[in-house]
């Protein structure tokens, strides 16, 4: 029998390896601004994109929302992701600061990017237990 749920896994998990690949590959462009800008945005769009597409095709904010009942490997990926989700507002808000010439938020940025990038790979890592 046919399972297309299946099919949409793989397609899932492609775009996550991409999306994760591309997130890598902006941070070590972070010297030349402008193009680590337009690699980073992209990425975090995508991501939010493909955050969509699992909730259209697989109501993924009910399945999260029944903690209790669900195995724990799928609530650590949620929590991972959410988490990385977040992580991504703060880089956006910081990016614009540092845009501005707020010397200040310069090293912050830094630093949370790479717990966002680590953040990213275990949301990528996890999602094999809990698709």
Known sequence: MYDRRMDTAIIFQIQSFLIMSLIIYGATQAKKRNRHIKIMSTAIAWDILLILQIELT???????????????????????AVSTVLLYFFMIYSGRKVLKGEATFTSKHKRVGQLTIIMRILTFVTSFWAA
Request: net charge positive; hydrophobic share 50%.
């Open 58 to 80: 697989r109501s993924a904010i009910k399945k999260a929302s029944e903690a209790i009942t669900n195995p724990m490997m799928l609530n650590i990926h949620v929590s991972i």
